[in-house]
């Protein structure tokens, strides 16, 4: 049973009905959500207060920010430090089971066993693998290269069954690090010339810098696309959209704990960093407004570099539905998870 609380204001309402309204299409498919149970994880709950979210949160979520909506999701592994990976893939597969519009992408570890993986991906839904970056076998979780979190050994059984891999970069460059780039251009030409690669936050560019500097060798490598999750500046957008080709571009949330929140993911310079408005000591003493939800922050900045770019409703639509219902195999005909 879902536990997570919606927290939607009137300033969220009010930014919805004036601006985003017309702008998100009647079909959306959300590519970067995760579902979190509590009793996924061995021994104690963790420490931290996160509230269970399952697919009826989901969807209660979904009617609250974007009323009337058909929803389909691409649900990710929660790649929680200390999860029970088995409990946790266990745990989405009996919650997706049989409802239309859901693929899911299984959290790897290097710890987990090849034999497994190849069982549970057995099940049509699951449609690729989410390794994490804080499940480094050298400890670094800032600044490590894809292999150190993601063996080679997985990356070889994701080539020879073509499965999709949701990517989030680290090094602190993210996807504008050297290491980053030639690895991806290695694998996507020559090595795993089979995987599809999600790279996760607009290829982890939380700012303007790292895309700019990296788009111009990524749109040449195949099987790259991206996911928008909790990117919330209009900057990488505006590369993005301008600058490849928009049909690798899909709408993500990363909701449920990291987007449904009021605040954003705050540039500043080549920096950035979450910034939740209920817990910073801001005042407002120059307008009425306040703070909105940072999903719908991640929505007017998507907006606006739709506008600048001048993308057609099609494209658009692509960008929230048919680019990645087509790219996981989702059928015209199959349904909305949330219907
Ligand atoms: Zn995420």
């Not at 994880?41 to 949160?57: S, V």
């Not at 929680?80 to 239309?100: F, K, L, N, T, W």
């Not at 390794?131 to 080679?152: K, L």
Request: charged share 25%; with cysteine.
């Amino acid at each position: 049973m879902s536990q997570a609380r919606i927290e939607y204001r009137e300033t969220d309402r009010q930014i919805w009905e004036e601006e985003l309204d017309d702008f998100v299409p009647e079909r959306i498919l959300d590519a970067h959500i995760h579902c979190y149970w509590r009793s996924n994880f061995p021994g104690d709950p963790p420490k931290h207060e996160r509230a269970d979210a399952d697919l009826q949160t989901l969807n209660q979520w979904a009617a609250t920010l974007y009323p009337a909506r058909k929803m389909q999701y691409l649900i990710l592994g929660t790649p929680h430090p200390g999860i029970d990976v088995a409990r946790h893939v266990e745990s989405v597969r009996q919650e997706i089971e049989g409802v239309p519009g859901i693929r899911h992408h299984r959290v790897v570890t290097p710890a987990c066993k090849i034999e497994d993986i190849e069982r549970d991906l057995q099940n049509p839904q699951f449609t690729g693998l989410k390794p994490y970056r804080t499940f480094s076998v050298t400890g670094d979780i800032a600044e490590c290269r894809i292999h150190e979190f993601f063996p080679h050994e997985q990356m070889e059984f994701a080539n020879e069954h073509g499965l999709w891999v949701t990517m989030h970069l680290s090094r602190f460059h993210g996807c504008a690090d050297q290491h980053n780039l030639d690895d991806l251009e290695q694998y996507t030409t020559q090595r795993y010339p089979n995987i599809k690669w999600l790279l996760a936050h607009c290829a982890r560019s939380f700012t303007y810098w790292p895309i700019q500097h990296a788009v111009e060798r990524l749109r040449e490598m195949p099987n790259i696309h991206y996911d928008t999750s909790a990117v919330t500046d209009v900057r990488p957008y505006v590369t993005l959209l301008t600058q490849e080709n928009t049909q690798r571009i899909f709408w993500g949330s990363d909701g449920v704990a990291a987007a449904f929140f009021h605040g954003q993911y705050v540039a500043q310079g080549r920096a950035w960093q979450h910034y939740d408005a209920d817990e910073g000591q801001l005042q407002y003493p120059h307008c009425d407004g306040r703070p909105i939800l940072a999903v719908y922050e991640q929505l007017l900045a998507l907006k606006f570099a739709a506008q600048m770019a001048e993308l057609s409703g099609d494209q658009i639509e692509g960008i929230f539905w048919r680019n990645a219902a087509t790219a996981l195999g989702i059928g015209e005909k199959e349904g909305a998870a949330n219907e």
